[in-house]
């Protein structure tokens, strides 16, 4: 695979229509014309790219011979393209993207195969990525981990009962809130209202991952909670949603006047008006 700047040849590709048009057209018109220029790119033989089209190029290569280009380009500083990203998407076996998601630091490229795994629902890479979750890595990469888990809760479920206990705190969140994707389940339950109890200062975020998993068993807990008299204005929201979401009613009134949040939302809402 010739590891070639493709942005750098679409730039080229479109500079006469850019150039052509300024001073003619307003700039976001111009900008909206672009993901059509793409596309009409993505069709059109190049030279540099032994007469094919940017598609046809890479779809002709092997699954290993894609993820190689990949880090190539990577670790060369090349840019990538999207459509070396489409033809992994497309040609890419799992066993391939995976191998190398289990051998490589780069997190960069790390964060290219996790995508691309993610667009092709692969759930065999689930405890893998998980890995990237429980160990030692940026909170970029972890969170990103997460949004792949969500889909994906129920295969990690397991794993993340056994090493929850074993794990920092910014870490029990992130896998607090992978469980609450999770189907129901005693042990997933109790994690879920033991972090919420420990986590005064995060009720709202808490409260929402007790929201998303839907158990009605959360209501006294919920209730409990929104009766602090110290509670904020945006936990009471998100908690009161919460109760609610479960088939709960919360409707004591409460003053919040003093409530930074609260007055902002007022303020906000009188100047509507």
């Not at 695979?1 to 052509?20: A, P, R, S, T, W």
């Not at 190689?68 to 799992?94: C, Q, Y």
């Not at 807990?221 to 919360?250: H, Q």
């Amino acid at each position: 695979m010739k590891i070639i700047d493709i942005d750098k040849l679409f730039d080229e590709f479109i500079k006469d229509y850019v150039y052509g048009n300024i001073g003619k057209v307003k700039p976001e018109e111009i900008e909206n014309q672009i993901p059509k220029l793409y596309e009409k790119f993505g069709n059109t033989p190049l030279d540099k790219l032994d007469g094919k089209t940017p598609n046809e190029y890479y779809i002709s290569f092997s699954s290993k011979e894609l993820v190689m280009g990949l880090e190539t380009h990577i670790k060369n500083n090349v840019s990538v393209s999207d459509f070396i990203i489409e033809a992994l998407v497309i040609k890419g076996e799992d066993s391939d993207l995976i191998a190398k998601l289990n051998e490589e630091e780069n997190e960069e490229l790390l964060i290219y195969l996790i995508n691309i795994l993610k667009d092709k629902n692969s759930k065999d890479a689930s405890k893998s990525v998980l890995n990237f979750v429980l160990y030692d890595y940026s909170e970029t990469l972890r969170e990103l981990c997460a949004e792949f888990l969500y889909d994906h809760a129920d295969e990690v479920k397991e794993q993340i009962l056994l090493e929850f206990n074993n794990c920092k705190n910014e870490v029990k969140e992130c896998l607090t809130d992978i469980l609450s994707h999770a189907s129901k389940d005693d042990k997933v339950f109790d994690i879920l209202m033991l972090e919420f109890e420990k986590n005064p200062k995060k009720l709202a975020l808490y409260a929402g991952f007790i929201c998303r998993y839907g158990d009605e068993r959360a209501l006294p807990f919920l209730l409990e909670a929104i009766e602090r008299d110290k509670i904020s204005y945006a936990d009471f929201e998100e908690l009161r949603f919460a109760i609610e979401s479960l088939g709960g009613e919360y409707n004591k009134e409460r003053d919040f006047s003093s409530d930074k949040s609260y007055k902002a939302i007022k303020g906000i809402s009188l100047k509507k008006k």
